[in-house]
């Protein structure tokens, strides 16, 4: 059975469909991948796995439960995570601060002083969690003022932070110099041993080299899946011109 799944998801705005009959299965210790043109729905996809928005119609299934329909919160705290496109951080705190107000034991609770909020075990967990994304040295430094591919780091962090079974990323390498896609890919890799990972993502190489299975969108619905290999010869995937960016 799939760690986290969908079945027949569909979601519209007004008179637009965005997905139909969309169904996804993410194995459990996988690395896998969402790819398709602009528009595609794939973003939307992920609002709705997450809980920002409600399916018209359709179930999300994490380890066996049904989680459709309820709200960002209560699907976190069950142990999914996600990245966004367009990163929200902290910017005047540290890069330490912005982790450790997303650890479980801290999250949702109200400090009256940073100090109390940074207290030591508080701060050796942050740091554990920096040091897995190679950010440990740069714990101090205020997270404007890091370069954006710390950012994009940082922001993974953040989601770590939450200790997630399932982690979804959304567009990782956007923006990123082609060092740092590179570095990025070396994380993804170390990171796929203890996290499952689920990650939308339109550098096709990137995607390719990291991911055990790909599913594509185009026009909200699913036109193939499979392993890299095998989407590449995909004549749907050819026919989409998604065959020769793969």
């Not at 995570?81 to 005047?92: H, V």
């Not at 896609?181 to 390719?208: G, P, Y």
Request: glycine content about 8%; charged content about 25%.
């Amino acid at each position: 059975m799939a760690l986290f799944e969908t079945r027949h998801l569909h979601k519209r705005f007004g008179r637009q469909v965005v997905l139909e009959e969309v169904n996804l299965a993410f194995e459990d210790g996988r690395l896998s991948g969402i790819m398709g043109p602009n528009g595609a729905g794939k973003t939307t996809c992920f609002n709705v796995l997450t809980g920002r928005f409600k399916p018209d119609r359709g179930r999300v299934l994490f380890d066996g439960a049904d989680i459709t329909g309820l709200s960002p919160r209560a699907i976190a705290d069950r142990g999914v995570a996600r990245s966004f496109q367009a990163m929200n951080l902290f910017n005047e705190f540290s890069a330490l601060l912005n982790v450790v107000m997303a650890l479980p034991r801290v999250r949702g609770r109200h400090y009256d002083m940073l100090g109390e909020l940074m207290r030591e075990e508080h701060a050796a967990e942050g740091l554990d969690v920096l040091a897995r994304v190679g950010l440990r040295d740069r714990a101090h430094v205020p997270a404007k003022s890091l370069p954006y591919g710390d950012r994009r780091r940082l922001d993974i962090a953040i989601a770590l932070a939450q200790r997630p079974r399932i982690l979804f990323l959304d567009e990782p390498t956007s923006g990123l110099s082609a060092e740092a896609v590179a570095q990025l890919s070396d994380l993804l890799r170390e990171l796929k041993r203890s996290v499952t990972i689920v990650l939308i993502e339109h550098n096709m190489a990137f995607l390719f080299g990291l991911a055990d299975y790909v599913s594509v969108m185009h026009w909200g619905q699913i036109i193939a899946e499979g392993p890299p290999a095998v989407l590449r010869e995909d004549k749907w995937v050819r026919a989409s011109h998604l065959g020769s960016l793969a």
